[in-house]
């Protein structure tokens, strides 16, 4: 289930990682004073906006997702608890930049160390979560280039676990929102993490106790997600919001804003994408979550049809006003022979305004059908080939 539920999100994220070209009829951007940025919309899976995503980049304490991302895949497969406490080294101790103030004195619970990291954005924090889950943080960084590219990052190269500039070190845009969105997507008991607006360890500085996040304080629909600042990578933020919309529900959208001049700076230009791509475009359900797109026929099984859709809704965005231009076709290979199994990929779902395309979302089988008995399969061989 767990391999069937990854590739069914990868093949989400596959708008993504795939050329961002923007649609003729697609609205202009405002001006965003970042040197890069890239908004998606998450629900549906489409870019909305994007300047220079595969340009290399320093990641800064973005980093952090990753590592994030590999705890609490470790904690899924009870490698370690929340309420585990790790030994804080003095390796960690001494980590320079943004802190949680530990020592090697404590003990300290996982859910704090990630309170630490994620709030705090503490690379004293971050060293001692990578060095429990992988022993060393020599392997941790092992682990964290060997799952980006599992996830398909393929401009992205760790070379520690909390950020700090060091040469060969970097990301795109395009790969942090594959990340984000997955991060979002495969952990979503996790997510409350990065809406913590306030924390701080027992004993450590109360004046170091708020998110670098300043959007969690000014805009109620911004649940996350994460700040980054170097003197060469200047200053970022991965935000991601979701606003409940009629006859869609929850729509979520991720905006990534690299190389802002200030903190004030990539905040504002954040929350400008943001709001732009919820007024600028129109979130149009075209089938709900199980529901069957197609009904095609089956030959050789134990039924005669086979229900293909999504297991989520199928969401696409469009430029405001414009839903009542929208057309659809369905693509696949003929005949269909069984067997098929749920989860199967099957075909896409093109989806088209005024004629031109604007997505492509995969479609896989609903149900299982099996093989039929042997005259059974003997009969449409000849439908078939008769036909």
Known sequence: MKSLLSSLRSLACAALMAPAILWAQAPQPPEIAARNYLLVDVTAGQVLAAKDIDAPVEQASLTKLMTGYLVFDALRAKKITLEQRLPVSERAWKMPGSRMFIDPKMQVPVDDLLKGMIVQSGNDATMALAEGVGGTAENFVRLMNEQAKALGMKNTAYKNPEGLTEPGHT???????????????????????????????????????NNRNTLLFRDPTVDGLKTGHTAAAGYCLVATSKRDFPNVGQRRLLSIVLGAASENSRANESQKLLNWGYTAFDAVKLFDAGQAADTPAVWKGTQSTLKIGRPDAIVVTVPSGSAGKLST??????????????????????????????????LVALEDVGQAGIFGRAWDAIRLWIK
């Not at 969105?181 to 106790?209: C, V, W």
């Not at 696949?332 to 395309?357: H, M, N, S």
């Open 171 to 209: 990301t795109t845009a395009r790969d942090l929102a594959t990340l984000a969105t997955r991060l979002i997507q495969d952990f979503p008991e996790y997510m409350h993490y990065y809406s913590t607006k306030q924390y701080r360890y027992e004993g450590t500085p109360a004046s170091n106790s």
């Open 329 to 362: 076709e369905i693509v696949r290979k003929d005949p269909l022979i069984a067997p098929f199994t749920k989860g199967q990929p099957i075909g896409a779902l093109k989806v088209r305004l005024g004629g031109e395309q604007v997505a492509e979302v995969p």
